[in-house]
């Protein structure tokens, strides 16, 4: 959409340097960071702790073993 405003509104050159900047990128770190707020606060008004995986479950590929 925001793109579409661009085309509209914006000089060519214009809309490229809000491209080269990652003014797009900065539209993905909004929605991502909205979206753990609402985690975090899901998890208060439920009164529970942060998730955590246990450690013997969790498998590590070390890079020494592909060197060989």
Do not use: C, T
């Not at 661009?6 to 900065?26: K, P």
Request: glycine share 8%.
């Amino acid at each position: 959409m925001k793109l579409n405003v661009f085309r509209e509104e914006a000089q060519e050159e214009e809309a490229q340097e809000y491209i080269n900047i990652g003014a797009i990128n900065s539209l993905f770190v909004l929605g991502r960071s909205v979206g753990f707020i609402g985690h975090y606060m899901d998890q208060k008004r439920l009164k529970q702790g942060l998730y955590r995986h246990p450690w013997d479950d969790i498998s590590y590929v070390l890079p020494e073993q592909y060197n060989n």
